[in-house]
């Protein structure tokens, strides 16, 4: 049962709901209360516009009658003497003016602008403006504010033919101020510029013509602040004092000047809106409260009674766990809600109790079954309990194994011969306990488990003891098949215990055949295993090679040489072999090795790593003045000798001549043994000279795609030329590379021009993919991977265009370095080649575990279906075996047609040879069309 806390899903709906209403009804508020403030914010600025306008209206019409008061005045007079007539009556009726019209100033001014008189308040007027009206003879109006505002209308007076000079009329604000209070209610002030005549020298405004007061101060020390223009100009800002509250806004009087006074200062007391807002903004929030508790409410208690019905099922259950189903149905059988129609929970009540019913005669049924059960059980465990005590104590190995392998059971003596406990042996697979020698073995008890007809098999055979070793067992293996069709098989394995017997002829034929200090085979099994190994190998057209080395101690200390040195020496020789490859010990520091089926990189690799392993043997020896040193004689079948003398004395011969320089040598009868070629002195100066003029070029030889009919990739080989001009294949020359350590050079040397040439064709628009050999000298070069993905990006080179091929030769001894490295490759996007498979170290374990994606099967088939017609099933299989793995197979040597019909019709992927194409040092050499 689960041990977290409970938690009801009544609450986890009503919280989840709960949650889900709370953000609807946020957002409704939200919206709302938003709304409210909008709509009141509109009224506001609508509320100013209109006040603004209406000022601006007075004002226009006051201008309007002063520009028709200064016009009357001017046409009341004749045109002669004009200045003169206007200025008279001017005198006579100036205070009438004032009184009739309001008039707080007239001047006159004569057609040049010179001032001719002026009566009323004194007020200044511009000579510009006086002179602007005489120029378009089009009237002025003008705010001035010198203590007070006043409207100043400068007008022309037109004679016959042209001006006859200017009239100016000003009036005071006060009368428009008092008009706009009568039309709106509303208090309005005009803002001037004045610090001279402040009350407060704080201050550097100050209000005219206003309708308010009590609020002077106040608005004042607002007004005069550095940023009172840009914060009220053209906008209303809400000011609060006390509990009222107000709204200033100003408005500029001359639209010409901007920012400057005089300004329209209109304030509005809005405590009466502002308390009707804050009404309408608490009743939103009241009625979001409201409407989201009672929703709750409802919604909660739907929830709760619906959900009391699943509760009352969930404590239902557990009483039909526990049997108890009369409690169950007086749970779960309610009466419904709803008579006339049925819901889901309905349904699952009535499910559930049909499940009850049906559990309750279920369990009647295996009650009584039960009983039947357990009293056919006693009478079988008895009968069993008979044949155990038989079984075991009988004195032979009896083990029944099912068709599949599996032991089923054992007896006591089965478990004291494998060395483990009767209940551990049951259930494993009886092939594991023979050892790996026993094929035949496994074959005859295979076919024994698959043929329901065949008989009972006697066979001797070895048995795999956890205790030590393996026995030596006579074995009857008898199927049982039981009546009916469907009735398990077994097969009844009986055997008899005869290790003594074997042991004694063991040691017996290994005193004769083995060397008692390393274990190795000694001269007398050599023999005869050279002699089968050759017989066996002219037989099936093969190859052969043998290996015979010293182990010598040189220096100046103790020459005394200890046997233990033989068997250090032999121990770890044995990994580096492979699987058929045999050693011997057939001289007192003497070696042989017979390596069957083998290319001649191989045999070269093989023999670089005895020559270390020998080297490295020296940190063991006690004298500091005291080393090994070796030299491997080489001789391969067919080319140095048909025989078993032949081979064995010409592999002598040539490794005299290796042990002077510590080297391995191939046996040649025109150089005595000196090597393939030349000297290695004149590689060393012909690899020095190919460096120094950079004589090393690139061959291509197209691989040819049998689906797809075109040319798949082209194989790379780094060749040296000639003064001749002519190539030396890497086949000619790698061997002495590898001797004069040339090889880690070469290979980077290979990889940097192919690299470079695949970035020279994709930029002329020729893009081809490529397949380069490493023969493992830069698998340790831990700057290898990073230094091609940077030359890769570099020259903007696609990884996949780029097949990097190991050959297995290379793989032996070094596994998961190779592993690791091949896999380096990979996550750089290059794909990955396993070459030379199925000739040299040919091993499956290499195909399942090495991430390649291509395997180039050797030329070696390929002879084989040369030489014999009826050969091909051993490329047929090596093919099935690489498509079962899932990689794309490559068959070299391919030169005649006969051939590729052949290989097409395996199914092999893509085929390479002379018949597709020659190497040629340049890749658009097309291919010969196959088909």
């Known amino acids: 049962m689960d041990e977290s806390p409970f938690f009801s899903l009544r609450w986890k709906l009503s919280i989840l709901f709960g949650i889900g209403m709370l953000f609807v009804y946020g957002a409704y508020f939200y919206y709302a209360y938003n709304e409210v403030n909008r709509v009141f914010k509109l009224e506001r600025e609508h509320i100013q516009s209109k006040q603004f306008d209406t000022a601006q209206v007075l004002s226009n019409e006051a201008f309007q009658t002063l520009d028709q008061l200064a016009e009357g005045l001017a ?33 006159l001014f004569d057609q040049s602008g010179r001032l001719i008189g002026a009566w009323g308040r004194k007020l200044a007027i511009s000579n510009a403006d006086v002179h602007q009206v005489l120029n378009s003879e089009e009237p002025v109006h003008r705010i001035v504010c010198p203590d007070a505002c006043f409207q100043q209308a400068i007008v022309p007076m037109l004679g016959q033919s042209k001006s006859a000079g200017v009239l100016s009329v000003s009036q ?29 020298p704080n201050y550097t405004v100050k209000l005219t013509a206003r309708t308010f007061s009590g609020l002077d101060f106040d608005i004042l020390g607002i007004l005069s602040k550095s940023d009172a223009v840009s914060r009220f100009a053209d906008r209303n800002e809400r000011l609060s004092f006390g509990d009222r509250y107000y709204e200033l806004g100003m408005r500029r009087m001359n639209h010409s000047e901007t920012n400057r006074a005089p300004f329209f200062v209109f304030v509005n007391d809005i405590t009466h809106d502002i308390d009707v807002l804050n009404a309408k903004r608490r009743s939103i929030w009241i009625q979001t409260l409201l409407s989201f508790f009672l929703s709750l409410l409802v919604l909660s208690t739907v929830l709760w009674f619906f959900i009391g019905r699943v509760v009352r099922l969930s404590r239902a259950i557990p009483l039909l766990a526990g049997r108890q189903f009369p409690a169950f149905r007086q749970q779960v059988k309610t009466k419904r809600l709803f008579p006339f129609f049925h819901d889901e929970i309905d349904q699952l009540n009535h499910s559930v109790l049909g499940l009850a019913q049906q559990l309750e005669l279920a369990e009647q049924i295996v009650n009584t079954n039960t009983l039947e059960i357990i009293e056919h059980n006693r009478n079988l465990a008895d009968e069993r309990d008979f044949i155990n005590r038989m079984v075991s104590t009988a004195p032979v190995i009896m083990i029944t194994q099912r068709m599949n392998g599996l032991i089923a059971c054992a007896n006591q003596a089965a478990a004291d011969v494998l060395g483990e406990e009767r209940d551990s042996i049951i259930g494993k697979l009886f092939d594991l306990y023979l050892p790996s020698s026993e094929e035949h073995h496994r074959a005859q008890l295979a076919r024994l488990r698959n043929d329901r007809y065949a008989q009972r098999l006697q066979i001797e055979g070895r048995l795999v003891s956890k205790l030590g070793g393996s026995r030596d067992i006579f074995w009857i293996h008898a199927p049982f098949y039981q009546d009916g069709e469907n009735q398990e098989a077994f097969v009844l394995s009986m055997g008899v215990d005869m290790s003594v017997e074997h042991i004694v002829e063991q040691k017996l034929l290994t005193m004769a055949n083995f060397d008692p200090v390393t274990g190795l085979g000694n001269q007398r099994s050599f023999e005869s295993e050279l002699a089968d190994r050759l017989a066996s190998a002219k037989r099936h057209g093969g190859k052969l090679a043998l290996l015979v080395f010293d182990v010598t101690p040189r220096g100046t200390g103790d020459l005394r040489f200890d046997k233990s ?4 020496v032999a121990s770890r020789l044995k990994p580096i072999l492979r699987s058929s490859d045999r050693l011997y ?20 690799v093989l023999a670089n790593k005895i020559i270390d392993e020998v080297q490295s043997h020296n940190v063991e020896i006690d004298s500091p003045n005291l080393f090994l040193s070796t030299g491997i004689g080489i001789a391969l079948y067919p080319q140095h000798g048909n025989t078993v003398d032949q081979l064995r004395a010409n592999a002598h011969s040539a490794m005299h001549h290796a042990k002077k320089d510590g080297f391995y040598l191939f046996f040649d009868r025109e150089r005595n043994s000196q090597g393939n070629g030349k000297r290695r002195s004149e590689w060393q100066v012909l690899f020095d000279i190919a460096f120094d003029r950079d004589r090393f070029v690139l061959s291509y030889q197209p691989v040819w795609d049998i689906d797809q009919r075109c040319e798949s990739y082209f194989n790379v080989r780094l060749c040296i030329r000639r003064d001749d001009r002519s190539l030396i294949p890497p086949d000619e020359y790698w061997l002495y590379a590898e001797q004069l350590g040339f090889a880690p050079r070469l290979e980077r040397l290979l990889v940097v021009t192919a690299i470079n040439e695949l970035a020279f064709y994709n930029q002329s628009g020729n ?44 793989v032996i001894g070094q596994f998961v370095i190779a592993q690791r490295f091949v896999r380096r490759i990979k996550e750089y996007g290059c794909r990955c080649a396993l070459n030379d498979f199925g000739i040299e170290f040919s091993s499956f374990f290499y195909l399942k575990h090495l991430p390649v994606d291509f395997v180039k099967i050797g030329g070696y088939f390929v002879d084989q279906i040369e030489k014999h017609k009826d050969s ?53 050499i097309k291919a010969n069309r196959v088909v």
């Open 172 to 200: 005071s604000f006060a009368d428009i101020i008092i008009k706009y209070k009568k039309l709106t209610n509303n208090d309005i002030g005009i803002l001037v510029e004045d610090s001279l005549t402040s009350e407060d």
């Open 767 to 810: 893009r081809i993919s490529i397949s380069i050999g490493l023969s493992g000298a830069l698998f340790l070069d831990p700057d290898f991977c990073s230094d091609m993905a940077e030359l890769l990006n570099k020259n903007a080179v696609d990884p996949s265009q780029i097949i990097f091929e190991i050959s297995e030769s290379s």
């Open 75 to 107: 046409f009341s007079v004749e045109d002669a003497d004009k200045e003169k007539k206007l200025s008279e009556m001017l005198e006579r009726n100036g205070e009438q003016l004032q009184l009739i019209w309001d008039i707080e100033n007239v001047t």
């Open 565 to 568: 040195y033989m068997l250090r």
């Open 585 to 604: 010990r057939i001289g007192d520091n003497r070696f042989a090795l017979i390596m069957p089926n083998c290319q001649q990189r191989g045999i070269i």
């Open 872 to 924: 091909s099933k051993n490329l047929q299989l090596m093919v099935e075996a690489v498509q079962a793995f899932d990689k794309v197979t490559v068959v070299e040597s391919v030169s005649t047609r006969r051939v590729f019909d052949v290989v097409k019709k395996m199914g092999v992927n893509k085929v390479a040879g002379d018949l597709i194409g020659k190497p040629s040092e340049t890749p658009f």
